[in-house]
């Protein structure tokens, strides 16, 4: 059964920090394109970040450049997204895809895993 499970969201204060978890089954991750999508209460969902078949990251919003980064472990068959100095607008549901190559548009990807919530509020 083809799996992608996110973990590690919560309740941060603004200027915290958190790490996301993808973790896929039944198929291996380093052959796909991993995107990181957020979608906040009212939005449509939007890409942030992604990682390359060969590393590459690529980002979809300006404001997360030099706070967000995206790696892979793929022993774990397990991608992350770092986040730091969180801001209240980062809240949002934090979903995870995998696809043949990276984009921003979320039509475009295989796999999607549950999404996890991330609330930055003090």
């Known amino acids: 059964q083809v799996q992608l499970v996110e973990s590690g969201g919560g309740l941060v204060q603004p200027g915290g920090s958190l790490r996301l978890s993808c973790a896929a089954s039944?198929?291996?991750?380093?052959?796909?394109?991993i995107g990181w999508f957020r979608q906040a209460p009212g939005k449509e969902r939007e890409g942030v970040l992604c990682?390359?078949?060969?590393?590459?990251?690529?980002y979809y919003v300006d404001s997360v450049k030099g706070r967000f980064t995206i790696s892979r472990v793929n022993a774990k068959n397990t991608v992350y997204l770092q986040m730091n100095s969180l801001k209240p607008e980062d809240t949002a549901v934090y979903y995870c895809?995998?696809?043949?190559?990276?984009?921003?548009?979320?039509?475009?990807?295989?796999?999607w895993g549950q999404g996890t919530q991330v609330t930055v509020s003090s």
């Open positions: 990682i390359s078949r060969s590393n590459v990251n690529t």
């Open positions: 895809a995998a696809g043949r190559l990276c984009t921003g548009s979320w039509r475009f990807y295989d796999y």
């Open positions: 039944g198929f291996t991750l380093d052959y796909y394109a």
